[in-house]
């Protein structure tokens, strides 16, 4: 069991720790480290047990905001996720778009010619 060397609020430790979660035991040790500073820094120097009493104290209040702050993500995401799948149930809506039939529009080319050719003729007698 392999024995690390940590520092917390100025104060040298040896913990042990299972083989392979040393960098878990010091990522957890700078946390607590940076806590304890700022009560080094506030109070100077305090007993060794109320400096890690009160740094894991502190620790564990911002814990417990962010598991409330993920709660409140979580019913967040499950409201978005059933609005999200009430949109898919939702059959989307049937646009018809009216074909004019090549009958009418031939008819009206052949209106449009011969309303051209009355409107020459008559521009010919005026003129």
Do not use: Y
Not at 71 to 91: F, H, I, N, P, Y
Not at 100 to 125: F, G, I, N, Q
Request: hydrophobic content about 45%; overall charge negative; aromatic content about 2%.
């Amino acid at each position: 069991m392999p024995e690390v060397q940590i520092e917390v609020g100025g104060r040298v430790f040896e913990v042990a720790c299972q083989d392979g979660e040393q960098h878990f035991l010091q990522s957890a040790a700078k946390m607590l480290d940076a806590e304890a500073r700022v009560l080094v820094e506030q109070a100077g120097r305090i007993p060794e047990g109320r400096m890690l009493l009160m740094s894991g104290l502190m620790l564990a209040d911002k814990t417990a905001g962010l598991e409330d702050r993920l709660r409140e993500m979580e019913v967040k995401l499950a409201e978005v996720e059933g609005a999200l799948e009430e949109a898919k149930s939702v059959e989307p809506a049937r646009v018809e778009v009216p074909v004019v039939p090549a009958e009418v529009t031939d008819t009206l080319s052949e209106l449009t010619a011969r309303a051209e050719a009355v409107a020459e003729l008559v521009e010919e007698k005026v003129g």
